[in-house]
Structures are given as structure tokens and as C-alpha cells.
């Protein structure tokens, strides 16, 4: 199953972290220095989640972010998901 979410479309981004050694000047040291630039993936909080929706009297697994479900929280599950796409209309 991919990792993306049902509601915001949110997915796995790339990325990268920069690694430094050495003790900041303001801390005393001789300052830090870059010493490798490392490619990495940010993933989305996605959880596993079964919704009931009271207007078409089912419940629903779909798999969204903790922004997702604030979404749905705010707005209501049919309306939520009927906008996502995730049910019919």
C-alpha cells in the first residue's frame, strides 16, 4: 500500500540533512564545519483509520494524517471524503 494520504494527498518527500562536527565559536570551539550532505525521505504521519459516516451508514478504512483527520473532524466524514474522492457522491 502506498504512503499516502487519503484526504491531504500528502506523501513521502526526499530530502537531505546536512552533517557537521566541530564546537560552535560561541560555545568556545573553532566553529562547525559541513563534512557530508546526506539524501534522506520525510514521511507523512499516516495512521490506519476506520471512520464511520452516518449518512451512508458504513464505515470506512482509509489511511490518513493527523492533519487528515483534523480535516474530517472539522468538516464531517462524508463531506471529507466525498470531496477526497474516497466515496461516491
Do not use: Q
Not at 493527523?66 to 468538516?75: Q, Y
Amino acid at each position: 500500500m502506498s504512503k499516502i494520504c487519503s484526504i491531504t494527498g500528502s506523501r513521502v518527500t526526499r530530502g537531505s540533512v546536512i552533517h557537521r562536527r566541530g564546537m560552535a565559536k560561541k560555545k568556545g570551539g573553532v566553529g562547525r564545519h559541513v563534512t557530508k550532505n546526506v539524501r534522506r525521505e520525510f514521511h507523512p504521519n499516516l495512521h490506519e483509520h476506520r471512520i464511520w459516516v452516518p449518512e451512508i451508514k458504513k464505515f470506512v478504512r482509509i489511511r490518513v494524517t493527523a492533519r487528515g483527520l483534523k480535516t474530517i473532524n472539522k468538516n464531517g466524514a462524508y463531506r471529507a471524503l466525498k470531496k477526497a474522492g474516497v466515496i461516491a457522491a
